[in-house]
T-cell receptor, first 114, second 114 residues
């Protein structure tokens, strides 16, 4: 069964600190993995995309890693800001269908305190 | 900013009423989706469409129906709303570029049935 699991479920950190969010998946055949940021009451917005051949990718203060062998990804946030408070969702796409099926994790709810 | 719009953003309605949630995109995407998301939970696919006159049910059983008469428009209808339909509904469209699928989400409609 294709699944995406994220940890931790929720996380509270102080402004300026770093944090790392984890994503494990069993989706096969694997196409790519995206991290989305979802602010409260809004739709998810893509942060990064990782394909099979990529190990790490950065987008400003966000750095995503991918280990396709162990089927694990992480999202590292550096020097957190209050605006980073949101749900971070790991989304894995398969390449077994024309739909490019998307599988969603439950998300990690990040709260940044001043 | 993705060009996909949902209306209304919030809706409170009585049991038994018929409602239609609107979703429009101006990106010319063939694939469109409806997801249901309860607070703190993952997104569940309830409907998707490959293109005009193509609609399929998703993973999560839903009493709602959809139509795709025009590429840019993908409305969702509940013939008789019930309190169990209270949830957030997210519309998305996707494009497959370079072998990777990216989904663009609307802002969502938060539905409350009383």
């Amino acid at each position: 069964k294709n699944q995406v699991e994220q940890s931790p479920q929720s996380l509270i950190i102080l402004e300026g600190k770093n944090c790392t969010l984890q994503c494990n998946y069993t989706v096969s055949p694997f196409s790519n993995l995206r991290w989305y940021k979802q602010d409260t009451g809004r739709g998810p917005v893509s942060l990064t995309i990782m394909t099979f051949s990529e190990n790490t990718k950065s987008n400003g203060r966000y750095t995503a890693t991918l280990d396709a062998d162990t089927k694990q990804s992480s999202l590292h946030i550096t020097a957190s800001q209050l605006s980073d408070s949101a749900s971070y969702i790991c989304v894995v796409s398969d390449r077994g269908s024309t739909l490019g099926r998307l599988y969603f994790g439950r998300g990690t709810q990040l709260t940044v305190w001043p | 900013e993705a060009d996909i719009y949902q209306t209304p953003r919030y809706l409170v309605i009585g049991t038994g009423k018929k409602i239609t949630l609107e979703c429009s995109q101006t990106m010319g995407h063939d694939k469109m989706y409806w997801y249901q998301q309860d607070p703190g939970m993952e997104l569940h696919l309830i409907h998707y469409s490959y293109g005009v006159n193509s609609t399929e049910k998703g993973d999560l059983s839903s009493e709602s129906t959809v139509s795709r008469i025009r590429t840019e428009h993908f409305p969702l209808t509940l013939e008789s709303a019930r309190p169990s339909h209270t949830s957030q509904y997210l519309c998305a469209s996707s494009a497959r570029t370079g072998g990777n699928t990216e989904a663009f989400f609307g802002q969502g409609t938060r539905l409350t049935v009383v």
